[in-house]
């Protein structure tokens, strides 16, 4: 089945891979490889589908934040300014959250991502099929038992079942692909990184799905934190 992704997606393409901001550090070169590395390993691997555009953009920025030469972090804000960096490095707009900004947003997602989710769904401006099929994907997603291949299952299911169902408006497409496409990079990211001990939790989904709301950008860029910020274990404030 042929999976389509939406237009909104597409910027975010070989300027993620080529682009780089001239007053920003730039990744180290080994970083650079295992990047580029990654973007090939991931294009071609385990089905016959290449990720979309919007995935390996997520691969290719989460490799740089893990594979910069910096002390570990220990705030969430030491996390954002590295993923706005690596996002600007690439090419890409850092988009702000507004309120109280990312950090206090993600924060908010980690702590109880469910309850997040259903506590502002109902303003997300999904419609109500979309709203119902996200909620229950990520109930899914979250049980005990499921492990990477089984999240994988779950994702791609999902991907095939918005791009051929008629019940979804062209909204809720953009962001129920963009949500699941981040999704299935990062359990591939898991898989195929075993030395990093990458896990994907129900917070980072959430948290694209937050982000998808507005642009594939933000998106991005609190999937990244959410997910970093649970990979060295750090604790919403």
């Known amino acids: 089945m042929k999976r389509i992704f939406p237009i909104a997606m597409l910027p975010i393409m070989a300027a993620t891979i080529m682009s780089c901001s001239d007053d920003l550090p730039e990744a180290e070169p080994a970083a650079i490889t295992a990047a580029h590395a990654e973007k090939k390993s991931l294009a071609v691997g385990g089905t016959s589908h290449s990720l979309s555009a919007i995935g390996l953009a997520h691969n290719l920025l989460l490799d740089d934040c893990l594979s910069r030469n910096m002390p ?11 993923v706005a960096v690596v996002m600007q490095a690439h090419g890409l707009a850092v988009p702000g959250c507004g309120g109280s900004g990312c950090t206090a947003l993600v924060a908010g997602i980690i702590s109880d991502p469910m309850s997040f989710h259903k506590s502002t769904i109902a303003e997300s401006g999904l419609s109500y099929v979309a709203a119902a099929y996200l909620t229950q994907f990520l109930q899914d997603f979250s049980l005990p038992a499921q492990g990477a291949e089984a999240q994988l299952e779950l994702v791609r299911d999902a991907l095939s079942d918005i791009a051929d169902s008629p019940e979804f ?8 692909l963009t ?3 981040i999704a299935e990079a990062s ?10 001990d990458w896990e994907t939790s129900v917070g980072n989904i959430v948290a694209a799905s937050r982000g998808a709301l507005g642009q ?17 274990n750090l604790q919403a404030h």
């Open 187 to 196: 359990v591939l990211y898991g898989k195929e990184r075993k030395d990093k």
């Open 179 to 181: 949500t699941m496409s």
């Open 169 to 176: 408006t062209a909204f809720d497409r953009d962001v129920l």
């Open 216 to 232: 594939p950008e933000l998106a991005l860029r609190l999937s990244l934190m959410a997910g970093i910020m649970q990979h060295h």
């Open 72 to 82: 570990p972090p220990s705030t969430l804000a030491d996390i954002d300014a590295t």
